[in-house]
């Protein structure tokens, strides 16, 4: 997906910018670096359409043309940015599992250690387990791959291969390591809980409240979760303290509050025709 955004960026923003701003930070509505409407790219297809005799000198269509397709691109990426977080520390680290990037010592100069990764999965690697592991990723460049292991192969076969390749003459085992990698790529065995939420979800969506952003679709459902509990329901559920404390005017309509404190520069009139 970070791929396909980047991609999508390209075609109307400067590569320049592109490139040299964080994934997270790329704005794809930023006017100051959106590319003239003749250096935009909308495939081989469109440069055809627009050197067609009838279009080729009709600037305003063309114009028109481009700014329609910009949106339409603006508004993809817009998108693909409230589903997907750019900035989640698993996702970012995720790519330099890949063999090609694990085996190459200049790759510890910019993920020197897995703690990161490890901090993020705590279920995966207990924190007894934190120094073993980054000890045998600090190691892995150093290693030479017997003649079955190829940094070609797809990542779940390799670091398969490299879990059971015992240590041998360089006196070196990956182990930890491998184990820690493939449960890190590795799917859940069954998608049933995934299920349930997107079963919850659907329940949740009705014709008024179809449009509800991400984050207030997950505060429903953790509140649901809460209130069900283990014996509890809607009728037998008692908040605590803490949660009464956060029923408040400052939280829940803070918003309103904020127009409040805004100074009133400008008195409006309602006009009437009579």
């Known amino acids: 997906m970070c791929k396909i955004y980047q991609e999508i960026l390209e075609t109307y923003m ?5 490139y040299r701003t964080n994934l997270s930070e790329r704005d794809p509505c930023n006017v100051s670096h959106r590319l003239r409407p003749e250096n935009m790219y909308f495939g081989v297809e469109v440069r055809k359409m627009l050197d067609q005799v009838e279009i080729r000198n009709n600037e305003k269509l063309k114009s028109d043309f481009a700014t329609t397709c910009t949106d339409f691109l603006i508004e993809g ?4 940015r409230k589903r997907f977080d750019f900035s989640d520390p698993v996702l970012k680290l995720v790519s330099y599992l890949n063999p090609s990037k694990a085996m190459l010592r200049k790759t510890r100069d910019i993920v020197p250690s897995l703690i990161p990764l490890m901090n993020a999965l705590p279920r995966i690697a207990s924190s007894d387990q934190h120094q073993i592991i980054d000890d045998e990723w600090r190691q892995l460049p150093s290693f030479e791959p ?3 292991i190829d940094v070609n192969d797809p990542v ?3 670091w398969a291969k490299l879990l059971e390749c015992e240590e041998g003459d360089q006196g070196m085992t990956f182990k930890n390591v491998s184990k820690f990698v493939l449960e890190t790529i590795s799917l859940p065995h069954s998608n049933a809980d ?7 979800i659907n329940l949740i969506k009705t014709k008024a409240r179809n449009k509800m952003t991400i984050s207030t679709v997950n505060g429903v459902l953790l509140a649901k979760q809460r209130v069900r ?3 509890n329901d809607c009728t ?3 908040p605590s303290q803490s949660e009464y404390s956060r029923m408040n005017k400052a939280l829940l309509y803070k918003n309103q509050l904020l127009q409040k404190t805004l100074p009133k520069r400008f ?8």
Do not use: L, Q
């Not at 990426?77 to 693909?80: A, N």
């Not at 995934?194 to 919850?200: G, L």
């Not at 008195?267 to 009579?274: A, D, P, Q, S």
């Open 267 to 274: 008195k409006i009139y309602i006009v009437t025709r009579m």
């Open 194 to 200: 995934s299920e349930r939420i997107f079963s919850k």
């Open 14 to 18: 400067s590569t320049d910018y592109v």
């Open 229 to 231: 509990g283990k014996e």
């Open 146 to 148: 017997p003649a079955d």
């Open 156 to 158: 779940d076969i390799f």
């Open 77 to 80: 990426c817009k998108e693909i």
């Open 236 to 238: 037998t559920y008692n």
